[in-house]
Each structure stands twice: as structure tokens, then as C-alpha cells.
């Protein structure tokens, strides 16, 4: 089970002897990862492409992303920025149709996995067409690839461990 704390409530302070004190909110554990980490695989997709077509995939809140669906031409060339305005990191991953369950289920497993941020909490799959780098809160972060030239509906979603179960949409080739 994961668990992300996006609001506290009131503080208790009805009690004797309460005194006021700052807390430090730490940063998130991924963080602190990808800041120590000197060994990194690089991201294939970040070489512009041609007339690509921008696209902005914006993260909601509650593991979602506030761009459920994005629509492409096949073969056309884009240029896709993930937004992350959330208090969490996250990454968009474009997968095959039909592997939205199986590359679900190995983001999960990432979890025991100690070189999961060398790989950006990518796991390895051959169904995997594209995909961001962990993108931190209130950061932006651009790849550019090709659209798959065959027209269908292929799912995207976020492989940090536990989000994308519902932090998924897609991306529909005509």
C-alpha cells in the first residue's frame, strides 16, 4: 500500500504544556535518490525532432493526470512536455496496446528493485514506446519521438511504484 499525504489537519493543541514548534518537512526519498545517483541511463527520446507537434501532459492530483487523452497523426513527430505542478514525482511512460496491465504490474515491483532510479522507475519492457525522466514537483521536463505509424489506442501512465492504477490515460493514433 502506498500512501501520499497531500494536506494535514488542524493541529491538535489542546493540551497542557503545548508549545508551538517548526517542522521541517523533508524531501521526498526519490529525490534524495536521483540527487545521489551518479550513474544514470540516458533518456533515448531527448534529441528534438523536426516539426514535431508540441504536446503538454500536465499531472493532477491524487495519482492522476489531469490530460487523460491526447490524440496523434501515425508517424507524426512530437515534441512531449510532462508538467508536474503535484507535491510528488512522476514520469509518463507510452507502452504498446494491451501491455498497460503487464508494464503496470513491473513498475510495481520496482519497488525492490536498488538501481530503479538509475532507470527513472522505467522497468524493461519491449512494449515500451516512449518515455519522460522523473519529473520533481513544479518541474517540466521534454522528450521528442515518433508516433507509432500503426492507428490505435495506446495507453500511457506513470510506473512510480503504485501510481498507475489510476494514474493512466491515452494517447490515440489516427
Not at 18 to 45: C, G, M, S
Not at 128 to 147: H, K, L, N, Q
Request: positive net charge; hydrophobic residues 40%.
Amino acid at each position: 500500500m502506498f500512501v501520499t499525504v497531500h494536506r494535514l489537519d488542524q493541529p491538535f493543541k489542546n493540551f497542557p504544556g503545548y508549545e508551538r514548534q517548526q517542522k521541517t518537512i523533508a524531501a521526498h526519498p526519490i529525490l534524495l535518490d536521483l540527487a545521489l545517483n551518479e550513474k544514470q541511463v540516458p533518456n533515448p527520446w531527448l534529441k528534438p525532432k523536426k516539426g514535431a507537434r508540441e504536446i503538454v501532459i500536465e499531472t493532477g492530483t491524487n495519482l492522476t493526470f489531469a490530460t487523460r487523452e491526447i490524440t496523434a497523426t501515425a508517424g507524426e513527430p512530437l515534441k512531449l512536455t510532462l508538467a508536474n505542478p503535484d507535491v510528488v514525482p512522476h514520469n509518463w511512460v507510452l507502452v504498446q496496446p494491451g501491455s498497460l496491465q503487464s508494464v503496470g504490474d513491473a513498475s510495481n515491483r520496482l519497488i525492490g528493485d536498488p538501481e530503479a532510479f538509475i532507470r527513472q522507475y522505467v522497468p524493461k519492457s519491449e512494449t515500451i514506446v516512449a518515455y519522460t525522466d522523473i519529473v520533481s514537483p513544479g518541474e517540466r521536463f521534454s522528450i521528442s519521438f515518433i508516433a507509432p505509424d500503426k492507428p490505435g489506442r495506446y495507453p500511457y501512465l506513470c510506473t512510480f511504484p503504485g501510481h498507475w492504477m489510476v494514474m493512466n490515460g491515452m494517447m490515440i493514433v489516427k
